[in-house]
């Protein structure tokens, strides 16, 4: 029988009876599986082999449960966008948007706040010269890293503006930082931000009002997120499902600016190969689209075939 066509459910199975026989990180011996065999009331095929062989490596994972929301990831993903136009309209000072990484948060985020008017000015040698925008106006992506004295001064040099913390984590996680960003998201009409600690950069005051907003990208789930940030934010959870993740990857392959350079078919053909094999992917994400999509502009014509070595390894 072909790995490819166990179901995950099937898996599971196996892999909960193991767990509770022989541990976590079980080495399930080949005498074994005659004994799992009668506990599935399987026969004994190759399949069985294989996952013993994956749970003795520790590289076997049971699929997490589904997200539990009444709304489809698509309506989710309205959702984000509807949002952002309101910190891009400031009506709210904040949003947060956490799931998993890959399905597109960013790509999401960045076309509401273009769509809204503002323009990003994350990398000045890409606009004009003598291009004027007014502060209020702009956007600016933050990634990586960040200490509590360089998120002061992006707040500082971006106090009119609205920031993107994509991605970056340590901020999220600092208590200096929160302190800082409580300051920020507050609901207060006059919102200051004051920093006494030893700065000695002479360019920044020791506070200054903010008046701009703050959207945060992450990977993190929800609950692990400080509640006073939840609290004075809008916050969508995208987290999904193997099967969320293929209609919400079907739905941008609609989209006529996603992936402009390739045929409509071709991205079709691709979603359906992944949707076919998602059960073995080792990951599921735009990444796995946008590489399947090119393979099946490549011309091969066994693409499907290298498609699917390429998921699932």
Known sequence: MNILNISVASKARFVIAATAKFGERAVVAAPRISE???ILGEPKPMWLFVEANRVSRGMYRIPAPAPDSPFTINERFDFVTDLVTMVANRVTPSAVITGEGGLGKTFTVRKALDTA????????????EGEIVRSREMYTVVKGYSTAKGLFRTLYENRKSVIVFDDCDSILKDPVALCLLKAALDSYDTRRI???????????????????????????????LDQAIRSRSMNVDLSMTSDQKCSRMRDLVG?????????????????????????????????????????????????EKLAQYVISN
């Open 36 to 38: 799992f065999a009668n």
């Open 255 to 303: 989209m006529p600016d996603f992936m402009p350079e390739y045929s409509t078919d071709h991205k079709i053909a691709a979603i359906d190969l992944i949707e076919k094999y998602k059960d073995v992917a080792k990951e599921l994400s735009l990444r796995t689209l946008i590489k399947v999509t090119k393979i099946r502009s490549g011309g091969s014509a066994k693409w």
């Open 117 to 128: 008017g503002l323009t990003d000015t994350s990398n000045l040698d890409e606009m004009d």
């Open 194 to 224: 004051t920093y006494n600690a030893d700065i000695r950069d002479e360019d920044l005051p020791r506070s200054f009002l903010f008046e701009g907003a703050v959207i945060f990208i992450s990977n993190m789930s929800q609950d692990r």
